[in-house]
């Protein structure tokens, strides 16, 4: 019986030449789809949903249209045509119009139309105003064009996706449309959602390979269910494309090619004019990041609080402390500043900014500025010489520069410096500077509202009547402002009150805004030409001589006054107060004065600082400085952990990877399957792999001579090497070729696993891997 039991199964005979059974597919569709479609369709959907729930979370508008809503009915619409027989053209078209729907629907329901017009007809009107560039829209209609847009591209995205998903077998078209939205998105956002991005690739990466293997799996129409081969290759790809997605989700959202896009920020100047055309429908949405541009401070209103956080914004590397000013204004309403026509002169890098005026006891100085925020506005410390990158020098009506700014909006981490001159006159210069003030000077800062209440003018003339020279008027009015309390948080004027007049008569506190502006107001009304700028104030020292730390807790306004000789003077007219962060009891500003401050003792005994060249100087938070773990981001916190995780994961699976790499590269022609020669390729590789291990056949050696000796080394494998062998003989010599039916194709994969398995043991580990064929 035992030798009845090893006996090899018989093969079949010529005479029974059975019929080839064709292999069926597995039919698991139906009308509606199999559940390989269902998967592919779920996948899809959750991969925009993560992109287009980023843009939902983020809520730059309020209200905000339902765009899950959108690509749920653009997934599902495209899944009813691909299922309906309609010609192809008249389907998209259908889908457009669909889509159209779609997005009135959702728009008309977020408009607040006057009682006497209709949704639709308010919206045409909307439309029309914003095609002509006219400003008659209501309160929170500009932002309507931006909901149009974002809802009819959900749409957009949701059917190109879906048809090509479900048409073409192609996940890359969606992968692609939701990478751009939430990189997009993503890099205009607080880091706190940078998990979107991390999510999102995960979800791609899932859906790449399932549609991928979906597709070969419809090619190999035999196979009724993934192989283990295909899982396996999924985990792998999962975990690779996700530990590199962990690694830079961190850091992509931010990445800029600094260099590019200062090439075309200076040879293309127009794109900054389309940035800031009606067409740009994004400049109705609030920034949800840090911002401080030309744009956010082209107005300065009074409002009930200053800032009062401890957000770094800047880090300044500089020979010396100074008041950092970032704009200028030059007109004064009652409920802010503003700044008049401004003229916008381009300024190549490191080409020196002309300035015709005479001015006398001038210094250079050199800084470096790194910017922890979005920005397009330079630190301009005393007058303005050069730049290293490409710039604007933005001219008032006067010819003087009220702002500096760069080409494009420069990101947290970018860096730039200026060479700058700054005043450095005494105190008896500036009274001796009388009164002759250019006619443009006087033209453009004596301003003063239409409805300037001339009790802040007798109170000027009562303040400053014992005093001659206007640096004398200037110390009495800040003077006597310094009886009021600072306070950071106010009541609101009422409304259609001037701000300065209710600071002075009836509030009578206030934080450096009012006290600035009071200032500026009260000498324009006695004669002396004088502005507001706001900017930052010298800031906190860093851990090197140098080196300046600005927090938006430094945000400050101060008054410029005009001297002859001199040009504009930095005035200091809030009193000085642990609450205010102001720490010169002068009104003048000097570097001097403020290097007289108790917190500079830090850097009492060190070297002064050498500013020839400004890269030796460390910028940036110093390795291992108090503030350099505390103030690192959300963002950068999870992906540091993130990095050291799966960089650890990543080498592991890297190195697998490798192995199975080289080994499927080796012995792939091991184990390739051609059904028309199966018992063919079977036998011969047997010799190849015997070769391989000292037992190749001799050429005199007929199979079954060669397969008796093999068995003597192979024991265990009697009966899968004599099946091998006589299929081979009746395939090559019986006149049996091409295909075999199944359950022999089943037999002879069997037996080629057990001898091809026993062999490749008797090779070393180096030879396994590496062996020649």
């Known amino acids: 019986m035992a030798n009845e039991a090893k006996k090899p199964r018989k093969l079949f005979s010529r005479a029974e030449k059975p019929e080839e059974a064709e292999i069926q597919p597995v039919v698991t569709a139906s009308r509606w789809g199999g559940w390989r479609e269902w998967v592919n369709i779920i996948l899809l959907f959750v991969v925009l949903e993560i992109a287009v729930l980023s843009i939902e979370q983020a809520h730059w508008i309020t209200p905000q249209p339902s765009l899950s809503l959108v690509l749920f009915l653009s997934v599902l619409i495209v899944y009813a045509f691909v299922r309906i027989r309609i010609f192809g053209v008249i389907k998209h078209v259908l889908a457009l119009v669909i889509g159209l729907g779609v997005v009135l629907w959702q728009t008309m329901a977020l408009l607040t139309p006057p009682e006497t017009v209709s949704r639709f007809s308010h919206l045409l009107d909307i439309f029309r105003s914003w095609w002509q560039g ?4 209501l309160p929170g209609d500009e932002k309507i064009i931006f909901v149009v847009f974002i809802t009819f591209l959900t749409w957009v995205i ?14 890359w078209v969606a992968v692609s449309l939701g990478s751009l939205v939430i990189l997009f998105n993503v890099g205009n956002l607080p880091d706190t959602y940078y998990i979107y991005f991390f999510l999102y690739f995960f979800a791609a990466a899932l859906l790449v390979a399932v549609t991928r293997m979906t597709g070969q799996s419809s090619k190999a129409w035999r196979i009724a269910n993934y192989s283990g081969r295909s899982l396996l290759y999924l985990g792998v790809s999962l975990l690779c494309i996700t530990a590199l997605a962990a690694s830079i989700s961190w850091i992509t959202p931010q990445a800029r090619a600094t260099g590019l896009q200062d090439l075309i920020a200076t040879r293309l100047p127009w794109q900054r004019d389309v940035l800031g055309s009606k067409f740009n429908i994004l400049n109705a949405i609030p920034s949800k990041q840090a911002l401080s541009t030309a744009s956010t401070l082209k107005d300065l209103t009074f409002g009930e609080s200053w800032n009062q956080g401890n957000d770094i914004k800047y880090v300044v590397a500089s020979e010396r402390p100074s008041y950092w000013r970032v704009n200028a204004y030059d007109t004064y309403t009652a409920q802010g500043w503003t700044n008049s026509p401004t003229s916008k002169n381009f300024l190549e890098a490191d080409i020196t900014w002309v300035d015709n005026e005479g001015l006398t006891s001038r210094e250079v100085m050199k800084y470096a500025v790194a910017t922890e925020i979005n920005t397009d506005v330079l630190f301009t410390s005393g007058g303005f010489i050069s730049a290293d ?10 010819g003087d520069i009220e702002a500096v700014t760069a080409l494009r909006i420069l990101s947290p981490g970018e860096r730039y410096t200026i060479t700058a001159y700054v005043f450095s006159p005494t105190e008896d210069d500036l009274s001796g500077a009388g009164e002759n003030y250019p006619d443009s000077i006087k033209a453009a800062y004596l301003q003063l509202p239409p409805d300037f209440s001339n009790d802040i003018k007798l109170l000027s003339e009562d303040i400053t009547r014992e005093f001659e020279t206007p640096y004398e008027k200037v110390t009495a009015i800040i003077d006597y402002l310094a009886q009021f309390p600072y306070k950071l948080e106010i009541e609101a ?17 206030g934080f450096c805004l009012h006290y600035a502006s009071a200032t500026v107001v009260m000498l324009r009304s006695i004669g002396i030409p004088s502005r507001l700028v706001v900017g930052y104030l010298p800031g906190e020292p860093g851990k090197i001589p140098g080196q300046y730390i600005l927090r938006d807790k430094y945000y400050h306004a101060w008054p410029q006054v005009y001297f002859p000789g001199y040009g504009w003077i930095d005035i200091e007219a809030t009193p000085g107060s642990p609450e205010s962060y102001v720490s010169i009891d002068t009104p003048f500003v000097s570097s001097t004065t403020i290097e007289e401050s108790p917190e500079w003792d830090a850097w009492l005994g060190a070297p002064p600082p050498q500013i020839q060249n400004i890269t030796n100087i460390g910028i940036g938070l110093l390795p291992g400085s108090e503030t350099s773990e505390a103030e690192l981001s959300f963002g950068a916190k999870l992906g540091r952990t993130l990095l050291f995780v799966f960089s650890g994961a990543l080498a592991i699976v890297l190195l697998i990877g490798l192995i199975f790499v080289i080994r499927s590269f080796s012995y792939r022609w091991l184990w390739r399957v051609d059904r028309q020669k199966l018992a063919y390729d079977t036998y011969t590789n047997m010799c190849k792999l015997a070769a391989m291990v000292g037992l190749a056949p001799n050429p005199q050696q007929t199979p079954l001579e060669f397969t008796a000796e093999l068995a003597v080394a192979l024991p265990q494998e009697v009966e899968a090497l004599d099946y091998i062998t006589r299929a081979y003989l009746i395939n090559r010599f019986g006149g049996r070729r091409g295909r075999l039916i199944i359950t ?30």
């Open 134 to 137: 006219s400003e008659t829209l």
């Open 493 to 509: 004027p009422p409304e259609g009150t001037d701000s300065v007049a209710h600071f002075l008569f009836t509030r009578k506190n």
């Open 744 to 773: 022999e194709e089943a037999e002879i994969l069997k037996a080629r696993h057990m001898v091809y398995h026993t062999l490749l043991q008797r090779l070393g580990l180096t030879r396994r891997f590496f062996g020649k064929r």
């Open 158 to 171: 949701g059917y190109l996706s879906t048809w090509f998903v479900l048409r073409r077998n192609n996940s």
């Open 389 to 398: 990158i490409p710039v604007h020098v933005n001219t008032g009506a006067a």
